[in-house]
């Protein structure tokens, strides 16, 4: 509760508080928060202070504000282990979540040069576009755009896209994936990320450039994904 002769700010508190009741599952996802004047009346504590405590918990990730209707809780942010190389709908199964996708567009283009770079090829080689949005319990969770080399992941087809782009690699063509290298920066969402993504002009993403590599040392795909920061954390173990 509010200790009014604690040095800890009440604003503090009063996010410690909230913060609780979410992890304990008493307030729950999308539910709606008690309002300004409810708090006000329950702790009598300004409003003022009471909005300070919602801003930042809605920066922090743990509310969301809807114009019109009120604030609400966010969706718990998945998180995603910065060791070993695993697919996105490995991670999502290992989180107990169900994995999803919902494809944009999916054709062959010739590589730019940048995409060529990458990729270890020739200026204009044929290569996969796929651009996809990627669902955890069917909720937007990024949007991702995949180039592979057409000439060495041969046969793709949406089915496959849909189910699993490792498992046909390495099951289907009998190539074997080893490790990826990646960049990680924090952005502001792009204009046509945000229907996609359903989020507001200005939201965070967490912008990823991914490259992975077979046992050969051959790349066989490049990734950009922009992830909702609102839902997406990274979490990394370091040992001294």
């Known amino acids: 509760m509010i200790d ?22 008493e307030l729950k996802p999308d539910e709606a928060i008690p309002s300004e004047r409810v708090y006000a009346d329950l702790f009598k504590i300004s409003r003022m202070t009471i909005r300070q405590a919602l801003t ?33 709908t490995e991670d999502m199964k290992e989180r107990g979540l169900t994995p999803g996708s919902r494809l944009v567009s999916f054709e062959i283009i010739p590589a730019s040069r940048k995409i060529a770079d990458m990729l270890h090829l020739a200026e204009h080689t044929p290569v996969f576009e796929i651009k996809r949005v990627r669902l955890a319990d069917d909720a937007p969770l990024a949007l991702e755009t995949t180039f592979l080399p057409a000439n060495l992941v041969k046969g793709l087809t949406e089915e496959i896209i849909n189910h699993s782009l490792y498992e046909y690699i390495e099951e289907k063509l009998s190539l074997t994936i080893h490790e990826a290298t990646q960049q990680i920066e924090a952005t502001i969402a792009k204009e046509h990320e945000l229907p996609l993504l359903e989020i507001d002009r200005g939201s965070p993403v967490l912008l990823i450039h991914r490259t992975s590599y077979l046992k050969d040392g051959t790349p066989f795909e490049y990734v950009k994904s922009a992830y909702r920061a609102d839902r997406y954390k990274f979490v990394h173990s370091m040992k001294r």
């Open 56 to 88: 930042n918990l809605v920066n922090d990730g743990y509310l969301y504000r809807q114009k019109g209707k009120g604030t609400f809780v966010n969706q718990k942010k998945v998180e995603n282990r910065l060791e070993g190389m695993t697919s996105f």
């Open 4 to 25: 009014k002769n604690s040095p800890i700010p009440i604003y503090h508190q009063l996010e410690e508080y909230i913060k609780s009741q979410i992890e304990s599952g």
